[in-house]
Antibody
C-alpha cells in the first residue's frame, strides 16, 4: 500500500486548503477500511482531522467540523481534504492515512502546508 | 474531549537498556489505546494497537499494558533503530487525540 499526499505548499489566510491523497496497492472503493487525515504541527502536535468510508460514513474532529470536508473519487482511487477559512494555526504537515475503524494503521509520507500571505 | 498526557517528555538511554513510557488519559478509554513510533522527518508508524497487540513486523522487545486511564509502553533491550518519538492515541471517543509524545534519544 502506498499513499501520497499532494496539494499547494502555501495557502493564503482565509482561503481553502485542498489536499489529495492518491492510493495505490488497495482499492478505496472495495475496501473495508476508512480513509482519513491527520496533521502535525509544533504547537498542536498530532491532531486527528477526520475519516470517511466508501459507504459514506464520515467523522470529523468537532473543532474542525464547520470548516473541513472529506470526500473521495473512487474512479481515481483518491480521497480529499478541503479546509476552509484557514489561518496560521492551520500550518502543519498533513498526513493521509488508512484507518482500521478509527485507528490509522498506514500513513502517507506527509505534505507541509504553510498558511501565509 | 479526552486529554492524553505522556511521561517523561524525553529520556536518554543506551543500546541494550530497557525503557518504559507512561500514557495517561483524562477519562477512561477502556482498551482503546494505541502507540505510534515516529522517526525524524518520517511519518508515524503504528506500533501497538489495543494496548498490547503488536502491529505486523514489530519486534517482540516492544510491549504494552494498561486499561482505563493508565498505560505503559516498554522497550526491552533498546536497539539503535528504536531511538524515536513515541505517541499514544485513544480511539474511545472523538476527537481521537494523541499524546504529546516521548522522545527516546541516545545517551
Amino acid at each position: 500500500l502506498q499513499m501520497q499526499e499532494s496539494g499547494p505548499g502555501v495557502v493564503k489566510p482565509s482561503e481553502t486548503l485542498s489536499l489529495t491523497c492518491s492510493v495505490s496497492g488497495d482499492s478505496i472503493s472495495g475496501s473495508l477500511y476508512f480513509w482519513g487525515w491527520i496533521r502535525q504541527s509544533p504547537g498542536r502536535g498530532l491532531e486527528w482531522i477526520g475519516r470517511l468510508s466508501q459507504t459514506g460514513i464520515t467523522d470529523i474532529h468537532p473543532a474542525l467540523r464547520s470548516r473541513a470536508t472529506l470526500s473521495m473519487d473512487t474512479s481515481k482511487n483518491q480521497f480529499f481534504l478541503h479546509l476552509s477559512s484557514v489561518t496560521a494555526a492551520d500550518t502543519a504537515v498533513y498526513y493521509c492515512a488508512r484507518l482500521v475503524g478509527k485507528l490509522p494503521d498506514q500513513w502517507g509520507q506527509g505534505t507541509l502546508v504553510t498558511v501565509s500571505s | 474531549d479526552i486529554q492524553m498526557t505522556q511521561s517523561p517528555s524525553s529520556l536518554s538511554a543506551s543500546v541494550g537498556d530497557s525503557v518504559t513510557i507512561t500514557c495517561r488519559a483524562s477519562q477512561s478509554v477502556a482498551s482503546n489505546l494505541h502507540w505510534h513510533q515516529q522517526k525524524p522527518g518520517k511519518a508515524p508508524r503504528l506500533l501497538i494497537y489495543t494496548v498490547s497487540s503488536l502491529q505486523t513486523g514489530v519486534p517482540s522487545r516492544f510491549s504494552g499494558s494498561g486499561f482505563g486511564t493508565d498505560f505503559t509502553l516498554t522497550i526491552t533491550s533498546l536497539q539503535p533503530e528504536d531511538f524515536a518519538t513515541y505517541y499514544c492515541q485513544q480511539t474511545d471517543s472523538s476527537p481521537f487525540n494523541f499524546g504529546p509524545g516521548t522522545t527516546v534519544d541516545i545517551k
